[in-house]
DNA sequence: AATAGTTTAAAACTTAAGTTTAAAACATTT
DNA sequence: AAATGTTTTAAACTTAAGTTTTAAACTATT
């Protein structure tokens, strides 16, 4: 049976934060194990001792981030099946905008993630499996709830799909919106409007939509 | 005076091909000289020949992507600011997801520039002063027009964004995809289907906050 | 056809990064 | 406190990739 010293702990601890800020700003591929090991302040082998090799350390980061976001910020946090769909659709949508904005993270988490999706690692399937299918199913029943008993498979997809990419481009775009906008970083209040917004506009969406399927036509 | 030879422009527009597909599928950094020769058939040492180095081959082949896509697809084609801007906008959103999704490009636009996006050069300056800013002025007249005089900055421009986001997302998300639903490629048919869809879902909701706007509230 | 300039080719050079090794230091249990 | 197992360390190993070199092949001009 192994010992496990509660130095060892720690080292494992501070390479697993260091290496979420360095594969944050530098991505899986660019991010270095010496890079990560002189943050932590451990040798360089220590990666290897304690993790195996650099993927499972970026692994171990992904699902570390993961927890700390979603357990942070519940998609479904103080609502249940029994609440109406608009607020759960305004709940859902506050707590993923809440978990990309979030500065205590300092942006680690949707750097990570949004790396995760334009240059996939094996990781991806885990993240696809653990983290966005729930979160999808979730929104689809609320999205189904919205639209009523004659929305189709594929409508209900899409307008899903609508709601989670305005949520989304506040991880991928964020330098453009420096340079397009001059806004750097977002405050307690931008992030409430922000999903205020993006909770109006896809309510109004989403209902005009179902208006619009018992009609036939969207105008 | 340097001579030209024909067969020499012919290798380096293999090599800005070939750089394209490669710098797509693996990113500025994980790409190699080596796979851009192979796959362009020419020699190893022809990319530092003909480009310097491959910091400036990604940078020639920004470039040439934008020209091609936009070119190709351009977000006013066929409008003028005397159509309604219903149509302005349908016209809008399919062009940018044209230029997303054409499988010609073998999606080398959407994934160049979302790496760009997300690990910016200096060469994101020039191009959010040439594509993106005029993008999006031209998308704020549209959106204007059909909030109405009523509309503040800050609705227009969010507004906007959600736009473009539902968009770009397909840019972004295609591994997520193509994992989640199975979905992997975009026919012409698919394109359509979800130009539509961004258009209709938009226009609701924009039509929506206009309504909103006068009484006040979103419900 | 000869020549000067241009392009291509194969191989070697250089550097950087992930990993491994083996010994030393440390911690825990008996 | 000794013994055993665990963790850390410094150095070396290995591989991969960008770049450079030098000569050969090619092209276009005279």
Redesign the pocket.
């Known amino acids: 049976?192994?010992?496990?010293?509660?130095?060892?702990?720690?080292?494992?601890q501070r390479i697993l934060e260091a290496a979420g800020e360095v594969f944050a700003e530098a991505g899986f591929?660019t991010?270095?194990?010496?890079?990560i090991c002189k943050r932590a302040g451990?040798?360089?082998?220590?990666?290897?001792?304690?993790f195996?090799?650099?993927?499972r350390?970026y692994v171990a980061v992904l699902k570390y981030c993961k927890t700390v976001a979603f357990e942070k910020y519940p998609a479904d946090e103080g609502v249940g099946e029994s609440d109406p769909p608009e607020k759960r659709l305004r709940v859902f949508i506050r707590a993923m905008l809440w978990r990309i904005l979030d500065a205590d993270h300092a942006s680690m988490f949707p750097k990570l993630v949004v790396r995760e999706y334009i240059e996939p690692t094996p990781a991806l399937d885990m993240w696809v499996d653990e983290a966005i299918r729930p979160m999808f199913q979730l929104l689809s029943n609320i999205v189904e709830s919205l639209l009523g008993k004659g929305a189709s498979e594929a409508i209900v997809r899409m307008c899903c799909t609508s709601v989670v990419s305005q949520c989304l481009h506040f991880a991928y775009a964020r330098p453009v919106m420096k340079r397009l906008f001059g806004q750097e970083s977002f405050g307690k209040w931008d992030i409430e409007i922000i999903a205020d917004h993006i909770a109006a506009f896809s309510l109004h969406a989403i209902r005009g939509l179902a208006a619009g399927q018992e009609k036939g036509g969207t105008g």
Do not use: F, P
């Open positions: 049976m192994k010992k496990i010293s509660s130095t060892a702990v720690r080292t494992r591929r991010a270095t194990v010496r890079e451990v040798n360089i082998a220590a990666v290897n001792y304690h195996g090799d650099k993927e350390l």
